[in-house]
């Protein structure tokens, strides 16, 4: 049976790995395809210690890797976010809300105050 494993980036994006066993077709011109009886699994961040120290993110413009891994958020002005979603957590009317915004072109990265 193949693997394929998606691990969420710090960014929240996903990369995905595929370990392809005797029964997986040979590769095509495009990409190589998975047997029919694949196993899938999820796995969040942080991903283990074999998946490597530098798991950056596939995208060529990630907002959250362009900023430097530290942004302000342009939903709730949560300043200092150091994962790809907003960590903000509200509180209106007695009523416990989280952001959860995920960075984005609009927010800003995150800078020291002269």
């Not at 370990?19 to 590769?27: K, M, Q």
């Not at 362009?66 to 150091?82: F, I, P, T, V």
Request: neutral net charge; glycine residues 6%; contains cysteine.
């Amino acid at each position: 049976m193949c693997t394929e494993t998606a691990y969420t980036l710090r960014c929240e994006h996903v990369v995905t790995r595929t370990l392809y066993c005797s029964e997986a077709p040979p590769p095509s011109r495009k990409e190589r395809r998975a047997c029919s009886r694949v196993i899938r699994n999820a796995v969040p961040w942080p991903p283990p210690p074999q998946f490597g120290t530098q798991a950056t993110c596939p995208l060529a413009n990630c907002p959250f890797e362009e900023r430097g891994g530290y942004w302000n958020c342009c939903w709730c002005g949560k300043e200092w976010n150091s994962q790809g979603r907003c960590s903000c957590v509200m509180i209106i009317d007695r009523q416990e809300y989280h952001c959860g915004h995920i960075c984005c072109e609009t927010c800003e990265a995150a800078a020291e105050v002269q």
